[in-house]
């Protein structure tokens, strides 16, 4: 697997810097990635469709006009997922994992992000009609050209991914994971991650917390209120120091675009929780004891 140490701890997710979200204009966009590096984090976490397929681009000029040595940083994109929009007038979305589409798609987010290397390529989602053996031809094709680093996927579960295993070297997968969303704490999707030596990156690691009201996150709002005083924290801060306890090395993606609260979480790194926090704040999610 390839070392943790090569990625920075917080990743920057930049599916709303651009169309999705911020609209972003090309020095706004640089000059976020250069804070971000300052902070800490060198990582910066894409997919081809962020944007309507725009937002890769978009970053690629941002970086280009950035004071940032390429080699300081560490690109991840996904490819995959076919959907219907301006850049790409489709019938349906569908997924797409023909040796063929994923080499094309590569080639195209290198060219978008001004880069002759991805440091890692996700399989976005997975598909029914996925391939282990067409998936590898790409694989292979890409690694011995030196267009990528390392490959992974992302939202797969534990039999998915030794499906793909069987003729593939998967050494990450990106998940949905949180305090609100902790399925696959339990689902054996992280212990087969961890057995099996691929890294974790968290995607939505802050939850639903801040998106809903709902009976789960009142539950969780007097105690969260509770051990930011303990603490000394924020609100955002303990979600993440929850996240960042478990055994697997999560590595959290966050999607803001705001350097202050890039920094808080940064800062969330160096908060451990105590194991009896930990629980009570899962036992308040759940709305139930542990088993």
Not at 95 to 109: P, R
Not at 192 to 197: E, K, L
Request: with cysteine; net charge negative.
């Amino acid at each position: 697997m390839k070392s943790m140490d090569t990625f920075s701890k917080i990743i920057a997710g930049t599916m709303t810097w651009g169309a999705w979200g911020k609209n972003y204009t090309t020095s706004e966009m640089s000059n976020l990635i250069e804070d971000s590096l300052e902070l800490g984090i060198s990582t910066f976490d894409h997919a081809d469709i962020y944007g309507g397929y725009t937002t890769e681009a978009d970053f690629g000029e941002a970086f280009n006009q950035s004071n940032v040595d390429r080699s300081k940083v560490q690109f991840i994109t996904k490819c995959g997922i076919q959907y219907p929009s301006e850049q790409r007038p489709l019938e349906v979305k569908h997924y797409d994992y023909s040796a063929e589409h994923i080499i094309w798609s590569t080639e195209k987010s290198l060219q978008n992000l001004k880069t002759d290397y991805i440091d890692v390529l996700l399989l976005h989602r997975p598909s029914p009609l996925m391939d282990p053996k067409e998936i590898a031809k790409a694989f292979d094709h890409l690694k011995s050209q030196g267009k990528v680093k390392s490959f992974g996927v992302s939202n797969f579960t534990a039999s998915q991914m030794s499906l793909l295993s069987s003729e593939n070297l998967i050494e990450w997968n990106q998940i949905e994971c949180s305090l609100t969303q902790s399925n696959s704490m339990f689902d054996d999707t992280l212990n087969y991650m961890s057995i099996n030596q691929i890294g974790a990156m968290a995607w939505s690691p802050l939850g639903s917390y801040f998106k809903e009201d709902n009976n789960q996150n009142k539950r969780i709002k007097p105690l969260l209120s509770k051990m930011c005083s303990t603490y000394n924290a924020s609100e955002d801060q303990i979600l993440l120091a929850w996240l960042l306890h478990h055994p697997a090395n999560i590595h959290p993606i966050v999607g803001t675009t705001q350097k202050e609260r890039l920094k808080d979480a940064v800062d969330a790194l160096s908060i451990k929780l105590k194991i009896q926090d930990w629980f009570l704040l899962l036992e308040a999610s759940w709305g139930h004891k542990v088993p």
